[in-house]
């Protein structure tokens, strides 16, 4: 008869019972071969990543859905190139050489590749770890030899392979604006690449969640959420935010007490010898005057834009060699977006300016046609003096004049922090797929 | 029908493989006391069936065993490696059935195989040899190269099992191996079961079908409640159970059970069922008929011996 094995059963030929056609358990019967090299044969880092890595892609591959996002992708990048082409080359006057387009071109192309690219990249992600929980097919490799870090690491490397293709797919038409000339192949080659690693970040930002939400919808959720904060909530924020960095400064406000037109006769002069600085206009009237102003601090949260994908992207874009001394005449000279949002950060993070001038705009007190330079307001109040190229000179004002240039790069923090980012949710979700597991993700079950 | 071995053809001895121990082994999800306390032990050459009423444990316990769950409490040791201390390892010697698991779509059947064969270590010539046999001695060649989604569930069963025995693991945890079977794949399994036991390895599987189990196993351990409950030990030849009879003249047998005063009653199937204590009575029973002409040609305990306690478990479904 039966005789379960008891609890704690000590001999165990002694509770078997012989089952009609099968033999029992036979002692002292050698035990045949089992081909389990068992625990001491290794399964190699790379090999059980790639594993995992190739097992993604097939899924991906082999479906008719990808090659239908990516041909899309395509064209509607294609279509927003060359519609952009097309405004640039009806709006140009005919002495503005095309390349003078070429920086615009290339920097809304590029900024406009990174927007759908975040729009893209997270659904590489985002549902990895719980839909294959779902789908039951990942119990069965965690019980595999593969380590938590292969599985992680392969799933990631996935995501970054497939979102690499879909770059890639971008890239003939990002090649296509250098057509209009301006732009080194330097230029394409860093934004690529500073752009497939913040594709990687967000691969494991989704990977991350994935691993944290049981449900696939709030994985989702927040990897879009978190792309939005980085790219756009943050911004807001900073935006909000200066308004409570006010405060009262005494600044210094520079007024010319003499008659404008005196000053006006003589840039004109100036103007007409070329500029030489021989001639510059006599400033002895430009007096400072002490004045309180409520002012935004910015330059405490700046950082706050300094992880954006965009700023990273821009500010990590080369320069050519001459526009560096200068980031925002070469912003307004070259109409580059990049440029632009690599200013527009670095004027955030410095102390707005102690001096105003407010002398430089009685240089404009004739009438505009007959003159070949321009007065701009300048982001921190004050202004310049540019020739009709675009070219800020220096027309000898007592203020002093704040000159941002490009010299020391401010992406590597941003890109710093973004990858630290990164890293820690890649950390999670090495964590959260270790067995044997000890607390499980809320509302989830292993198999 | 044999497992072939993909890299030595004749048996040889294997060391290390040591089966199951378990020790008030515990797990809990939250406040639900999943596993609270098994204790078994399951030896190598032998198929243990793990026997328990629905919530009782058994996946959890599955679960411990192939490494995926820490537990609470207790050790475990599966083909002699800690399950918790030596996790790769005990992973390594591990082949876990789990009672569902999904299928990658785009991948045929073949890639799976060898896909789980290298995530396991195996080369990929090993690989593709013992895939190459498994889909032969599970009745899968003809599906080898075609996408594991067009698969019914009895031959994604298959495929499962494929799966875990890939890497010709010591030890099997089967979880509902049966389910969604036809009946010769069941029979094909109790077979397959049984040659795995032969070659020395160990099986432990759990299922709901005793009378699949009634054939094949060699121990059972049975979990209620997250325990490890002895099954009052019944002895046959004293524990009162139905017995099914049967007679050329069917109406001289309850003729004469009438007349010997014993209880009956009619079975579906136009056979007569008595309840008769133990094996002794009904050695009995035969005599007497016999000696009474009648022409007595079947008598059998009407549940098998795993059904018999199983329903003699006290603490069974409140």
Redesign the interface.
Not at chain 1, 1 to 9: E, F
Not at chain 1, 19 to 26: D, L, Q, W
Not at chain 1, 139 to 147: F, M, S, V
Not at chain 1, 435 to 438: A, E, F, L, T
């Given at each position: 008869?039966?005789?379960?094995?008891?609890?704690?059963?000590t001999s165990?030929?002694a509770?078997?019972?012989p089952?009609?056609?099968?033999?029992?358990?036979?002692p002292g019967?050698?035990?045949?071969?089992?081909?389990?090299?068992?625990?001491s044969?290794?399964?190699g880092f790379l090999?059980?990543l790639w594993?995992v890595t190739?097992?993604e892609l097939?899924?991906r591959?082999?479906?008719r859905k990808l090659y239908v996002a990516l041909a899309i992708w395509f064209l509607v990048i294609g279509a927003v190139t060359l519609l952009m082409l097309a405004a640039f080359v009806r709006s140009r006057t005919s002495e503005t050489p095309d390349s003078a387009f070429g920086p615009a071109a290339f920097g809304i192309i590029t900024l406009f590749v990174l927007g759908l690219s975040l729009l893209v990249t997270p659904t590489f992600t985002a549902l990895s770890i719980n839909g294959?929980r779902d789908?039951?097919?990942l119990?069965?490799?965690?019980?595999?030899?593969?380590?938590a870090v292969q599985i992680a690491g392969g799933k990631l490397l996935a995501a970054w392979l497939l979102a690499l293709w879909f770059l890639v797919a971008a890239l003939p038409w990002i090649v296509v604006t250098t057509v209009m000339g301006g732009i080194s192949p330097l230029q394409v080659v860093v934004c690529f690449l500073v752009m497939f690693v913040e594709v990687a970040i967000v691969c494991a930002i989704g990977l991350g969640w994935s691993a944290l939400i049981g449900r696939p919808a709030g994985s989702t959720v927040m990897t879009y959420a978190s792309v939005a904060l980085l790219s756009v909530i943050l911004p807001i924020t900073l935006g909000f935010a200066s308004v409570l960095t006010m405060r009262n400064d005494t600044v210094h406000v520079w007024n010319y007490a003499g008659d404008p037109a005196t000053l006006t006769a003589q840039a004109n002069d100036w103007a007409a010898s070329g500029f030489a600085p021989s001639k510059r206009p006599d400033w002895s009237a430009c007096h400072p005057e002490e004045q309180v102003m409520t002012r935004p601090h910015v330059e405490s949260i700046w950082w706050l834009i300094a992880p954006n994908p965009f700023v990273i992207v821009a500010d990590a874009a080369p320069l050519p060699s001459g526009a560096r001394g200068n980031l925002e005449t070469w912003a307004g000279r070259s109409g580059d977006p990049l440029a632009w949002l690599s200013l527009l950060t670095r004027s955030l993070s410095l102390p707005p300016s102690s001096d105003l001038d407010q002398c430089s705009w009685a240089l404009m007190s004739d009438n505009p046609a007959l003159r070949n330079y321009e007065v701009l307001s300048t982001t921190d109040g004050g202004a310049v003096v540019v020739d009709s190229k675009g070219n800020v000179l220096d027309t000898g004002s007592p203020v002093p004049r704040r000159i941002i240039t490009a010299n020391t790069p401010i992406w590597p923090w941003g890109l710093g922090f973004s990858l630290l980012l990164g890293a820690g949710m890649f950390y999670v979700a090495v964590r959260r797929l270790s067995?044997?597991?000890?607390v499980?993700p809320k509302g989830t079950r292993?198999? | 029908m044999s497992i072939a071995q993909p890299t030595s053809p004749g048996p040889s001895v294997v060391v290390g493989c040591t089966g199951i121990v378990a020790e008030s082994v515990k797990r809990a999800f939250g406040d639900v006391r999943a596993v609270d306390g098994v204790t078994f032990s399951a030896p190598s050459g032998a198929v243990t069936a793990l026997i328990g009423p629905n919530g009782s444990g058994k996946t959890t316990l599955l679960l411990v065993l192939a490494g995926l769950l820490r537990p609470d409490a207790g050790t475990a040791r599966v083909g002699g490696f800690d399950i918790v201390t030596e996790n790769l390892a005990a992973r390594a010697s591990v082949g876990w059935m789990p009672d569902s698991f999904g299928t990658w779509d785009a991948l045929t059947c073949r890639e799976i195989l060898l896909t789980f064969a290298s995530a396991y270590g195996l080369s990929p010539e090993a690989g593709r040899r013992r895939a190459a046999s498994l889909f032969e001695q599970l009745h899968l060649t003809e599906f080898a190269e075609r996408p594991a989604r067009v698969l019914s569930r009895g031959q994604k069963q298959r495929l499962g099992l494929a799966r875990a025995l890939v890497h010709d693991p010591c030890v099997l945890l089967l979880d509902e191996p049966a389910s969604g079977l036809d009946p010769r794949s069941r029979i094909e399994l109790r077979d397959l079961l049984r040659d795995l036991a032969l070659e020395g390895k160990t099986v432990l599987v759990s299922s709901h079908v005793l009378s699949e189990l009634e054939e094949v196993y060699d121990h059972a351990v049975f979990l209620s409640k997250g325990r490890t409950v002895e099954a009052t030990a019944v002895d046959a030849r004293t524990a009162e159970r139905g017995w099914r009879l049967d007679a050329l003249d069917p109406v001289a047998l309850r003729t004469f059970l009438s007349n010997a005063g014993i209880p009956w009653a009619r079975s579906s199937g136009g056979e007569v069922i008595v309840q008769l204590a133990g094996t002794d009575s009904a050695m009995q029973l035969v005599r007497a008929a016999v000696a009474a002409g009648v022409a007595l040609h079947t008598i059998a305990p009407v549940a098998g011996r795993l059904e018999e306690a199983y329903l003699a478990l006290d603490e069974e479904r409140k």
């Open positions: 008869m039966t005789t379960p094995t008891p609890s704690g059963a165990a030929s509770s078997v019972s089952v009609a056609g099968s033999a029992p358990t036979r019967a050698p035990r045949p071969d089992t081909t389990t090299a068992g625990a044969a290794s399964l090999r059980g594993i190739r097992l097939a899924q591959i082999r479906s294959d789908a039951g097919t119990a069965i490799l965690q019980a595999t030899r593969l380590t067995v044997p597991y000890g499980l292993v198999a | -």
